[in-house]
């Protein structure tokens, strides 16, 4: 059974995997900082971290190309942290289990993979560490806590870079061309409730099985929404005595997972609330997609109830009544989500209900002229690496570009990268004939800026 160490291009899998053996969720990445910084030192690159946790590493022009316009490889170093409910797994401190498939895919094993951005910083220090390559004056930028409110590029300082073009490898659709994004808000909300005293056998209902997803380019797939199915299942079955309620844990992903304590009067109501939940689990299914087919609804028993929500028919009201999904399409780019919210997580903790929310939306995406040099030169190369021109697209997530953008105005940029799919999800995926492609792309882009395509 081969690993991703048997894998073509072998640096960038090889760099992947070292990767793969840090740690590094949002907030957590004093390691892979550490591990870039050493590594650019062994390439005899000279590196820098900044205030934020953003580290520059150069690399010298090829010989007689040093006068043509640096370019800046950009990617970010966390990783978001989801696992399966059965999966053991600490992301501060366990490394990433991959497996390589037979139908040409890499994924972890019941966790987030990580390709989302590893396989873009992987595919960046590759070309640090090739010698072979033609390219221009190159700057690798890795930034920090990307998933987590793009902390690293907000905090970014003008004039610590001094490239003219940046090449976003944050992309996950092979062969296009990312022009444009969406940015986010986080909203939360807190609803504070009394509790009375009762006591009652404990059930604990569970609603589980989902696909999730990343809250901004799979909000339209109706893979449904683990607190909002949780919500109308309580009300469904008419469930008062509600004890604790919680669902989700990251902002940017679509809640796979959610549960309530409920108290019930005894074993028979029990048996039959679970009836009820086997037609609930039908119905709404019917409205889910069909990789969303795997969801169930299960009453467990549980620990004793002593005391439950007053008014627990607000908290669900306002869980079925919050917006969530699509809000809005683009009138301009056909199938681009324009305006979204994701009921990303509810917690009840010191007698209050909290419920965090992502709210993302996009205007109109700039309309590049389509001879700029640095669109001109990937749609020409990428013709001849995949047979046909590349397309311009805007992607419904979040990328670093346009906030790069306000603290050097005069860049020129675009986003690709290798297709990965399930990204903020366990299911998360990388098509590894993909990456070998984007690395091809690359190298052959870099040349073509070398020999002062870039300049016409």
């Not at 990307?146 to 003219?164: D, N, R, S, Y």
Request: net charge negative; aromatic share 4%.
């Amino acid at each position: 059974m081969s690993t991703i160490l048997d894998l073509q291009p072998a640096s960038v899998w090889h760099y992947f995997h070292q990767l793969t053996q840090i740690p590094r969720p949002s907030h957590h990445e004093e390691a892979v900082q550490q591990y870039v910084l050493d590594e650019a030192a062994r390439l005899g690159l000279s590196a820098e971290r900044d205030a934020v946790g953003n580290i520059r590493v150069r690399k010298p022009a090829s010989a007689g190309h040093e006068g043509t316009p640096g370019v800046i490889l950009q990617g970010h170093l966390d990783m978001v942290p989801q696992k399966n409910a059965d999966k053991v797994h600490d992301f501060t401190r366990d490394p990433i289990t991959t497996q390589v498939h037979a139908d040409g895919r890499v994924t972890a094993d019941g966790t987030t993979l990580g390709a989302d951005n590893g396989i873009g910083v992987a595919l960046i220090l590759a070309v640090l560490a090739d010698r072979t390559p033609v390219h221009p004056p190159l700057e690798a930028l890795f930034t920090s806590s990307e998933e987590t409110g793009m902390v690293g590029a907000k905090g970014l300082q003008g004039g610590w870079l001094k490239g003219h073009y940046l090449i976003n490898l944050d992309y996950e659709d092979e062969g296009e061309l990312c022009i444009g994004c969406a940015g986010g808000v986080d909203g939360s909300y807190t609803l504070p409730f009394s509790t009375r005293a009762v006591r009652m056998p404990g059930y604990r209902l569970l609603v589980r099985g989902l696909r999730g997803g990343h809250s901004g380019v799979d909000i339209h797939r109706l893979r449904g929404n683990a607190i909002r199915i949780l919500a109308q299942v309580l009300v469904a079955i008419g469930a008062i005595n509600i004890a604790d309620l919680s669902g989700g844990n990251l902002r940017n992903a679509i809640p796979r997972e959610a549960q309530a304590l409920i108290g019930l009067p005894d074993e028979a109501a029990a048996t039959a609330v679970r009836e009820m939940l086997a037609r609930l689990a039908a119905e709404i299914r019917q409205g889910l997609a069909q990789d969303s087919q795997g969801l169930e609804l299960v009453l467990e028993p549980a620990e004793e109830v002593t005391q439950v929500i007053e008014d627990a028919q607000r908290l669900l009201d306002v869980l079925r009544v919050l917006p969530n999904g699509v809000d809005q399409m683009s009138p301009s780019m056909p199938g681009l989500v324009e305006t979204s919210t994701n009921l990303a997580a509810v917690r009840c903790k010191d007698g209050a209900l909290h419920i965090s929310c992502l709210l993302r939306s996009s205007s109109e995406p700039q309309k590049l002229d389509l001879a700029d040099p640095l669109v001109r030169i990937f749609q020409r190369t990428g013709e001849q690496v995949f047979g046909h021109r590349p397309p311009l697209k805007a992607i419904h997530a979040g990328l670093e570009c346009g906030i790069l953008s306000t603290h050097y105005p005069h860049w020129e940029m675009i986003s690709f990268g290798p297709t990965i799919t399930g990204a903020h999800s366990p299911d998360e995926a990388v098509q590894i004939d993909t990456v070998g492609r984007c690395h091809q792309w690359l190298l052959m882009c870099l040349q073509a800026l070398a020999e002062g395509e870039g300049k016409a």
